[in-house]
């Protein structure tokens, strides 16, 4: 009876084992293989150069809008999300209002890149008549991403101890200065660790900028000009069959730019951690 | 002072609270805060103003085609053929495009999501922990149109030997699963971990093997965590476009099996969109797509509000 129930142990466990390995084979192998076919066509022609015959497509135009994209984006998305996660977490009282707030921003958060994509195409594009331009693409990138943002900075607020706030107020601080001075430091490391988040979901997205930001290959010169980003380079390279290699090369470097983001935010992470259990 | 007499027992009330000099000051300081609260309740608000804009834009540009065609038709319609002479814009090839997709993915990605969940919470030395949480971290994190382009490069290919052009359901369900696989792990581990650890001592108080301690007592008691995580992952695999645009063969027309190409309601609007005319029967009707769409992720994110709600 014993050695039958080891038996099912060994066999379960076997399987459970190999299904985590599953996981992370699934990782390496994408990223590997993107790696071994993406490598050879990483030339500094490709990264810096412009794209003139389809077959050397160089990059360096979207890698470009997709920095402007990511700081513009940033610039909307984070005084807002930061300003409207202190008010959630440090002005107000569980009420029928912050209720209602939780509620839509975890709407927000589930809904598709190409609704998204769809209402800045209405709204912004047409509404307010942007087009298709950095502008738009920004605004449509900042809604994407103003969920991520509030949540992160919410818990990163929470992480601060009550002692802190405790002992400004009793030192005669207002809320307002409480906060400023004393609260958002060591929410920092938390508040950057979602940034990066965002910046990783900024640069990866695709379906929301297509009829946003647009397509057109040239690096952008102004607000309301448009021009594609990487993850949208890629895409039309991959649709269009143009060029393998510069497709290959193109996930790289986006797979490189994720690791690399993925690595700052878990440095954040772990020294908002230790920061906060004072 | 004020005494009270109840059955029982008498109760003295409290006195007033005195009038202090810092009343004053406080009342400033609340006053002087008031434009500042103000400005912080309009920046939450924004998030509660977008998902209404997003809402009624969606349901608006909708409208004619529902109208004209009649939302039933539209869903129940197994014909899409919006530049006909005489147009069809029957979005059931659609629907079960993306259902067939999502069940699938998750039919793959569940089981070894939730394995590996179990294996990271229960099973696995730190390092292995850490490891698993990073893996999961740098997936989460590859954007879906690198999971579609590495779905066309090699998983179409390899589903080509098993028949037909290889764009097809199975192709679209392999690179999904993948894509779910962080969301699901992420939140099963996190209900695994918060299974009281009196549980698993008691079971093997008990006599039970390890196996048998997750197997009945930790994965039940986590199930309603795991769920929400099923669901989320629901949610990830619908709205997701980019990864299968690339790998699903996108022919509008019913699927038929594994290796029939299929197109889901997001590439079906994804498609389209570059080339329908604003205020067209077409233009609209590609907006229906979308409604049906939201529609559906807004019922599962209710249903993970409700699931969660039941847990605490």
């Given at each position: ?278 | ?181 962080p969301t699901i792990i992420g939140v099963s581990e996190a209900a695994i971990r918060a299974v009281p650890d009196d549980y698993r001592q008691a079971s093997l108080a008990l006599g039970a093997t390890k196996w048998q301690t997750i197997k009945n007592v930790i994965v039940p008691a986590a199930k309603s965590g795991i769920v929400a995580a099923v669901v989320l992952g629901v ?38 969109m570059g080339y329908v005319r604003p205020g067209t029967l077409h233009y609209s009707a590609l907006f229906t797509a979308a409604a049906v769409l939201f529609a559906f992720i807004m019922a599962v994110n209710l249903m993970v509000r409700a699931i969660t709600r039941k847990a605490r």
């Open positions: 009876m014993r050695d039958s129930r080891k038996m099912q142990e060994k066999i379960a466990f076997g399987v459970i084992t190999a299904m985590a390995l599953m996981t992370v084979s699934a990782l390496i192998l994408i990223i590997g293989y993107v790696a071994w076919k993406g490598l050879p066509a990483l030339n500094w022609k490709f990264i810096a150069g412009t794209p003139g015959d389809p077959l050397e497509t160089g990059i360096l135009p979207m890698a470009l809008n997709t920095l402007y994209l990511v700081l513009l984006t940033l610039a909307l998305a984070l005084p807002l999300g930061i300003l409207a996660a202190i008010y959630l977490k440090e002005y107000s009282k569980e009420g029928p209002f912050v209720k209602l707030v939780r509620v839509a921003t975890e709407n927000l958060a589930g809904v598709p890149s190409i609704v998204f994509g769809l209402f800045g195409l209405v709204f912004f594009g047409k509404l307010l008549g942007l087009g298709w331009s950095l502008a738009n693409g920004a605004l449509t990138a900042s809604i994407v991403v103003l969920p991520t943002i509030m949540r992160t900075t919410e818990e990163a607020l929470a992480s601060v101890p009550r002692s802190f706030r405790e002992g400004s107020l009793a030192l005669g601080a207002t809320r307002w200065q409480t906060i400023k001075g004393v609260v958002m430091l060591p929410a920092l490391p938390g508040i950057m660790a979602g940034t990066m988040l965002s910046i990783g979901r900024v640069v990866g997205e695709t379906a929301a900028l297509m009829f946003t930001l647009g397509s057109s290959d040239r690096a952008i010169s102004s607000v309301m000009d448009s021009g594609r980003t990487l993850s949208m380079h890629l895409y039309i390279l991959a649709h269009e069959g143009l060029s393998v290699e510069g497709a290959f090369a193109t996930a790289l470097v986006l797979i490189a730019l994720v690791l690399v983001l993925n690595l700052a935010s878990e440095a954040l992470a772990s020294r908002a951690m230790n920061k906060g259990g004072r | 002072m004020n005494v009270r007499k109840t059955t029982g027992y008498y109760i003295v009330d409290p006195e007033p609270r005195q009038k202090r000099a810092s009343d004053a000051l406080t009342a400033e300081a609340e006053k002087r805060e008031r434009p500042i609260r103000a400005m912080l309740a309009l920046a939450a608000f924004i998030s509660v103003a977008a998902i209404v804009l997003i809402t009624i834009m969606v349901f608006r540009e909708a409208w004619p085609a529902i109208k004209s065609q009649g939302l039933l038709n539209m869903i129940t319609g197994s014909s899409w053929k919006p530049t006909a002479a005489k147009p069809r814009f029957g979005l059931l090839p659609m629907i079960a495009g993306s259902s067939a997709v999502t069940l699938l993915a998750l039919a793959i990605g569940v089981p070894i999501g939730l394995a590996s969940a179990v294996f990271s919470a229960e099973l696995a030395p730190k390092w292995a922990q850490s490891a698993m949480k990073r893996s999961a971290g740098v997936l989460a994190g590859i954007p879906s149109v690198v999971y579609g382009f590495f779905g066309l490069m090699v998983v179409v290919p390899a589903v080509r030997l098993l028949g037909g052009t290889g764009m097809s359901v199975l192709s679209a369900s392999l690179v999904l699963s993948v894509m779910i696989l949610g990830r695999a619908i709205g997701e476009t980019m990864a299968v645009i690339l790998v699903a063969g996108n022919i509008p027309v019913m699927p038929s099996g594994l290796l029939s190409a299929v197109r889901t309601l997001t590439v079906n609007i994804a498609l389209e």
